[in-house]
T-cell receptor, first 114, second 116 residues
Framework: DGGITQSPKYLFRKEGQNVTLSCEQN?????MYWYRQDPGQGLRLIYY???????QKGDIAEGYSVSREKKESFPLTVTSAQKNPTAFYLC?????????????FGEGSRLTVL | AQSVTQLGSHVSVSEGALVLLRCNYS??????LFWYVQYPNQGLQLLLK??????LVKGINGFEAEFKKSETSFHLTKPSAHMSDAAEYFC??????????????FGTGTRLTIIP
C-alpha cells in the first residue's frame, strides 16, 4: 500500500543531543513537508521541499535542519539549538501541481526531551 | 498572507445531534479551503476541500461544508453525530496559484467530543 512512513513513533532525547526523524513516502509525490504540532497551536510548518535537492524554510525553521537527496525521503534533524523540541512531528507529502492543497500525512513521531 | 480562525477549541455534542464546527478565513485572493480530521496519536486525513467548484462540498463520513464568500466562512457540518466522529478537526487555507501551492496554513483545531 502507498503511504508515508515516519520513524520512530516515540523518541526520547537528552538535552544537548541532536536527533533525526525519518520520513519515507512511496506515493511518488514531488513535495514533502515537516510540521510541528503542539497542543492548542495547530500545525506549524518547519521546512518543505518541492523537488529533490531543494528545500525552503517554513515558519519555525530555527533549530531544525533537513535534506532531500532522494524523492522518497525527507529526514528532519532536531538540533540542540532548538530550545523547546518536545512536540509531535508530522511529515506530509503532496503531488505538486495536482490536487492542490491535499496533503497526505504520516502517523507522526512524538519527541520528548528529558 | 492567509489565515484561518476556528471558533471553539472544544465542542461537545450528543450522539445523533447536529455537528457544527466553525472556520473563518482571511485571504487577499480567492482561497482553497480544507477540513482535516486527526484521531489520537495519528496523522491528519483530508475530510473535504473547496477549490472553486460548488460552494457546498461533500466529504467523507457524512460531513459537508459550505463556502460563503460574503461571510468568509467555511463551517463544517454533519446532520447526526456518531461516536466515531470524536476527533480533532483542523481547517486550513491555501492561496490559489497557477502552478499549485500546497503550503497550507492550519487553524488551531477543534476537539469534538460525542456524548453518548
Amino acid at each position: 500500500d502507498g503511504g508515508i512512513t515516519q520513524s520512530p513513533k516515540y523518541l526520547f532525547r537528552k538535552e544537548g543531543q541532536n536527533v533525526t526523524l525519518s520520513c519515507e513516502q512511496n506515493l511518488n509525490h514531488d513535495a514533502m513537508y515537516w510540521y510541528r504540532q503542539d497542543p492548542g497551536q495547530g500545525l506549524r510548518l518547519i521546512y518543505y521541499s518541492q523537488i529533490v535537492n531543494d528545500f525552503q524554510k517554513g515558519d519555525i525553521a530555527e533549530g531544525y535542519s533537513v535534506s532531500r537527496e532522494k524523492k522518497e525521503s525527507f529526514p528532519l534533524t532536531v538540533t540542540s539549538a532548538q530550545k523547546n523540541p518536545t512536540a509531535f512531528y508530522l511529515c506530509a507529502s503532496s503531488m505538486t501541481g495536482r490536487a492542490v492543497g491535499e496533503l497526505f500525512f504520516g502517523e507522526g513521531s512524538r519527541l520528548t526531551v528529558l | 498572507a492567509q489565515s484561518v480562525t476556528q471558533l471553539g477549541s472544544h465542542v461537545s455534542v450528543s450522539e445523533g445531534a447536529l455537528v457544527l464546527l466553525r472556520c473563518n478565513y482571511s485571504s487577499s485572493v480567492p482561497p482553497y479551503l480544507f477540513w482535516y480530521v486527526q484521531y489520537p496519536n495519528q496523522g491528519l486525513q483530508l475530510l473535504l476541500k473547496y477549490t472553486s467548484a460548488a460552494t457546498l462540498v461533500k466529504g467523507i463520513n457524512g460531513f459537508e461544508a459550505e463556502f460563503k464568500k460574503s461571510e468568509t466562512s467555511f463551517h463544517l457540518t454533519k446532520p447526526s453525530a456518531h461516536m466515531s466522529d470524536a476527533a480533532e478537526y483542523f481547517c486550513a487555507v491555501s492561496i490559489r496559484r497557477d502552478f499549485g501551492n500546497e503550503k497550507l496554513t492550519f487553524g488551531t483545531g477543534t476537539r469534538l467530543t460525542i456524548i453518548p
